[in-house]
């Protein structure tokens, strides 16, 4: 599902997963289940606890600037993935369907740990980002 419960699930995901790090940043678009009261406060909330326990990492969101789907590398590889394995399918079920979208990130996965490249490689290699005016958003918030 695309909504804030989903988004709180998959950064609890992410906490356990990476929970030896200091820090944890997420990059966010300006979708409304990112940008959310209940995920804002939750997010304060969990920090709070986490600085309190005295463990695991802290959660920061970082926003991407508006009207900027080129710099979230996650928007290409979910476009390839239902380009591959849902448009003109055919499946059976939802569970077959779950499995090939499964199998599509295991062989990709798989492909790039093998054969290692930098995303993003054409707009990393300007200086884009060196002048804070040209990332502006009116999105923008600071957490």
């Known amino acids: 599902a695309k909504n804030s419960s989903s988004m709180i699930d998959l950064i609890e995901i992410l906490y356990n997963q990476n929970y030896q790090k200091r820090k944890i940043y997420i990059t966010w678009d300006a979708a409304s289940w990112h940008i959310s009261n209940e995920l804002v406060e939750w997010l304060?909330?969990?920090?709070?606890?986490?600085?309190?326990?005295?463990?695991?990492?802290?959660?920061?969101?970082?926003?991407?600037?508006?009207?900027?789907?080129?710099?979230?590398?996650?928007?290409?590889?979910?476009?390839?993935?239902?380009?591959?394995?849902?448009?003109?399918?055919?499946?059976?079920?939802?569970?077959?369907?779950?499995?090939?979208?499964?199998?599509?990130?295991?062989?990709?996965?798989?492909?790039?740990k093998e054969n290692p490249k930098r995303a993003g490689k054409k707009i990393w290699e300007i200086d884009f980002f060196k002048n804070y005016e040209n990332i502006k958003s009116g999105n923008y918030k600071k957490w």
Do not use: C, W
Request: zero cysteines; hydrophobic letters at 40%.
């Open 44 to 112: 304060d909330e969990f920090n709070a606890a986490t600085i309190n326990f005295g463990e695991g990492p802290i959660i920061e969101f970082i926003p991407l600037p508006s009207n900027s789907q080129f710099l979230n590398i996650i928007e290409s590889v979910f476009s390839h993935m239902k380009k591959a394995v849902i448009h003109n399918s055919n499946y059976q079920s939802e569970e077959e369907m779950k499995v090939a979208i499964s199998m599509y990130f295991k062989e990709r996965n798989y492909y790039f």
